[in-house]
């Protein structure tokens, strides 16, 4: 028996061994933070087992913002962080970004690469060929495949420009393409923007954005940017060429459908905007003087008391709308509850009557079954009396048989 005993122990002791020996080295290894490589598996369902080599996916959340800008105000937006020295004034603003563009189109030009004006550079071209002179964004746009041109050949690229001017202009700019570019949908909206032309003495910049058929099974023919800005074929080409700051440009074929629809017509006619006024002699937008400011600045607060008695009015108004149409709808109210009350009382008045009818019919139901109940008790007491006297009137009549029997035998 004790042999028997042995041999299971010794049996146990070896299936033991056996199991250990089979089981991974990591898994018999023990982490650096003193816990054991061994998990314990939920109790239930069992864990699905991972191919060996799978690691889990992390959440996409998309490529990090490329273009940084210093921020601070809302001027400080129009720079870019690397080149940023200090917010322009007016005029060495317009004159920077003048020869930044100018030098855009002429790289573009000369090295035959296909690029238009957008959104608001496109709106200064409708008005004169030239930049809205409040107007801190330049906006570019190219095909799909230009930017992916672009980012292939050119990024990266330094351009030294000197202008025609005398004294000349020199100035180096940046081709500095967006490594998110490749991505044409919008992601986590951090780069919206495809590409910039910078320039490296205080970080002015040209937006440039591509345009791609980014749905061509769904949405054939409609082209569009990771901003949600779209575009049918037929409304960018043909290009039409132009001058722009005086340089040779390209601006979509239906320049008009695209800028009614991105800022409605009252952009291609308002004459008086941004401290900026037309004038139609030089067709220029010349800026406002200090005195026109002033008169501007007296007219608005005019405009403003205005509209501010207007919104008083109208809070007024409504305010006695809502008054008048909250007392109708107590008025409402209280007749909805009169109604209620005499409905209540009349079906009071009808259940009362209901059981009063019902009381008395009650009543006389009791009524007869008591006078049936006595009707009942009276009937055998009048069956005896009826009986004792037929007896009565048995004897009388014997007894006048018997006497008129004497008398007849005497």
């Not at 699905?48 to 990090?64: A, N």
Request: charged share 35%; hydrophobic share 30%.
């Amino acid at each position: 028996m004790r042999s028997i005993q042995t041999i299971i122990i010794l049996l146990t002791f070896l299936c033991f061994l056996i199991d250990a020996a089979t089981i991974p080295e990591e898994h018999r290894k023990r982490s650096s933070d003193g816990t054991s490589g061994k998990t314990l598996e939920p109790r239930g369902k069992p864990r699905r087992q991972r191919k060996p080599g799978h690691r889990r996916k992390k959440k996409d959340e998309g490529m990090p913002k490329y273009f940084h800008e210093p921020g601070g105000t809302q001027l400080g937006n129009h720079y870019d962080s690397r080149y940023h020295h200090g917010i322009q004034d007016y005029a060495d603003r317009k004159d920077t970004q003048l020869h930044l563009l100018r030098a855009y189109l002429t790289f573009f030009n000369v090295n035959h690469i296909e690029t238009w004006l957008a959104h608001g550079t496109l709106l200064g071209w409708w008005w004169n060929g030239k930049m809205l002179p409040w107007d801190w964004d330049i906006d570019t746009q190219v095909s799909g495949s230009t930017l992916k041109y672009l980012g292939d050949r050119w990024n990266g690229t330094h351009y030294d420009y000197v202008s025609p001017d005398d004294p000349p202009v020199k100035r180096t700019y940046l081709l500095d393409v967006n490594p998110a570019s490749i991505e044409r949908e919008r992601g986590n909206g951090n780069n919206i923007i495809d590409a910039r032309w910078i320039d490296t003495s205080n970080g002015l910049y040209i937006d440039i954005t591509g345009l791609s058929e980014t749905h061509p099974d769904d949405q054939p023919g409609v082209w569009a940017c990771k901003n949600y800005h779209r575009y049918h074929t037929t409304d960018l080409y043909p290009m039409r060429e132009t001058m722009y700051e005086g340089v040779i440009a390209k601006v979509p074929y239906a320049y008009d459908r695209i800028l009614t629809q991105e800022y409605n017509e009252r952009a291609l006619v308002l004459t008086d905007y941004q401290g900026h006024r037309w004038d139609p002699v030089v067709k220029e937008w010349l800026p406002k003087s200090e005195e026109e400011l002033e008169e501007d600045r007296k007219e608005k607060e005019a405009a403003d008391q205005i509209k501010e008695a207007q919104k008083k009015r109208e809070e007024a108004k409504k305010e006695e709308a809502d008054k008048k149409q909250e007392a109708e709808k107590e008025k409402k109210l209280r007749e909805q509850e009169r109604k209620d009350k005499e409905k209540a009382e009349k079906e009071k008045e009808r259940a009362d009557k209901k059981a009063e009818v019902q009381r008395l019919k009650a009543q006389q139901i009791l009524m007869r079954e008591k006078s049936k109940k006595a009707k009942e008790v009276e009937q055998p007491k009048n069956s005896v009396k009826g009986s004792n006297h037929n007896n009565v009137d048995a004897q009388h009549k014997a007894k006048a048989g018997e006497q008129w029997n004497g008398e007849a035998r005497v």
